[in-house]
């Protein structure tokens, strides 16, 4: 399994605790309120925030929660206004670290993932230092079925899909950003259950990491994935197979 993959792993079972903490909700609230803020409060006609209600009602946010977030976001309901921001840096082992925030503080997050990074042997860059390293792309994860993997690959290639991943029980299909709601139509059509449908910046290039920065790098990771304001984390580190950091959640 390859780091960055592995990344993805630990970020999904970091969701499922963030749910049992409860602060899942307020993750997907910022969400929706950024998005409607941006492209407007129709989902038909607002992509990112036909996402944010999606994912916001796989984890059963109550639909007047989803509601009220989007009359706040435009204005019709006095709220908290968050603004998106993203961060760079750099980690443990030269990794490239890229951050998507929303904060009704700017200072103050600045501040705390500053000291994040730090802690653990990295530093927060300037804006632009590692995007280039780092392709928007969208991102599907299904369930696997009784499907070979050239199967797959057909169905996926025959849908408008780029590239994809066999997992043990999930197949997850890369597409380009602005073809993400083509294909996930394309393949719930033909039957395809799906699990995860999002937006993500795939690593265009992989720092292998050492065993002896690997558990300060997930560290890291986590920690930036916990703080709440931050939505999405992203690195391109690569874990060897045998490392200490190939097991942790």
Request: aromatic content about 6%.
């Amino acid at each position: 399994m390859s780091g960055h993959s592995k990344w993805a792993n630990i970020k999904r079972k970091k969701a499922k605790v963030d749910a049992v903490k409860g602060t899942v909700f307020s993750r997907m609230t910022k969400e929706i309120m950024a998005a409607a803020k941006r492209g407007g409060p129709n989902p038909d006609l607002n992509f990112r925030l036909r996402l944010a209600v999606q994912r916001a009602k796989a984890e059963n946010l109550p639909q007047a929660n989803i509601e009220r977030a989007i009359r706040r976001a435009t204005g019709q309901e006095p709220g908290v206004q968050y603004e998106e921001i993203v961060y760079e840096g750099y980690g443990p082992a030269g990794t490239a670290v890229y951050l998507q925030i929303l904060t009704d503080n700017r200072n103050r997050t600045a501040g705390e993932i500053r000291h994040i990074f730090s802690r653990h042997g990295g530093s927060l860059g300037e804006t632009g230092c590692v995007a280039w390293m780092f392709q928007p792309m969208g991102r599907l994860v299904v369930e696997k079925g009784a499907r070979s993997e050239e199967e797959w690959l057909d169905v996926a290639i025959a849908a408008g899909a780029q590239d994809l991943r066999m997992e043990e029980e999930q197949v997850v299909i890369m597409t380009a950003s602005d073809q993400l709601d083509a294909v996930r139509t394309e393949l719930e059509r033909q039957g395809i259950v799906m699990v995860e449908a999002d937006l993500t910046q795939e690593p265009t290039t992989v720092v292998t990491v050492e065993e002896k920065d690997a558990d300060r790098l997930v560290e890291m990771l986590e920690m930036l994935e916990e703080h709440d304001d931050v939505e999405r984390v992203f690195s391109n580190a690569e874990f060897p197979e045998g490392t200490d950091a190939e097991g942790s959640a």
